[in-house]
């Protein structure tokens, strides 16, 4: 392929994924305790040691009003 081609076609991709970005419907990666869910949904991880770590930083957030 000739470079303008490969131009092309790597623009072409970038702009499907900012239209995708604007419908809300690109997952890339879920966030620490949630996982994928069929194709275009996230759900909180169904394993409860994950989720009751998750609680626990949001308790000890609540608590201290600091991250730190």
Known sequence: MSEMELSVLRQRSHE??????????LFMTAA???VHIG???IDKDPDRRVQD?????????DEMRSVR
Do not use: N
Not at 17 to 25: A, I, V
């Open 53 to 61: 770590a998750i609680g626990l930083v949001f308790a000890k957030f």
């Open 16 to 25: 499907a994924l900012h239209q995708k970005t604007r419908r809300c419907e």
């Open 32 to 34: 620490i305790g949630y």
């Open 39 to 41: 194709q275009d949904r």
